[in-house]
């Protein structure tokens, strides 16, 4: 069992930027590779970035290429996501997921843990 906490989540106007954290507890980050996936209101929750177990694999939905940036501090047992040159169109709730395995995925059914998420609202 991992548990997860999303935090950093805000307001921020276009343009802006913001940082999500994700915070494992329960057991060791680099047991999973990690993703960030996002749900806004009415729609299905969809994948925006994902990270190997060690950090050596990296991929992006390309909405958000050039703009985010996934991270992960094994050592502090924590995953980030950088988001730069928001737009109104990312404001959703964010979340992390922990899989069981050395490569991530994009799809949400391949995910062992989910955290609460962190909502992001983009003004313009």
């Known amino acids: 069992q991992v548990q997860l906490v999303e935090s950093g989540g805000g307001l921020v106007q276009a343009g802006g930027s913001l940082r999500l954290s994700c915070a494992a507890s329960?057991?060791?980050?680099?047991?999973?590779?990690m993703g960030w996936f996002r749900q806004a209101p009415g729609k299905e929750r969809e994948f925006v970035s994902a990270?190997?177990?060690?950090?050596?694999?990296?991929n992006y939905v390309d909405s958000v290429k050039g703009r985010f940036t996934i991270s992960r501090d094994n050592a502090k047992n924590t995953l980030y996501l950088e988001m730069n040159s928001l737009k109104p169109e990312d404001a959703a709730v964010y979340y992390c997921?922990?899989?069981?395995?050395?490569?991530?995925?994009?799809?949400?059914?391949?995910?062992?843990?989910w955290g609460q998420g962190t909502q992001v609202t983009v003004s313009s």
């Open positions: 997921a922990a899989r069981n395995a050395l490569f991530s995925s994009t799809q949400t059914h391949d995910y062992d843990y």
């Open positions: 329960g057991r060791t980050l680099s047991s999973f590779s």
């Open positions: 990270i190997s177990r060690i950090g050596g694999s990296r």
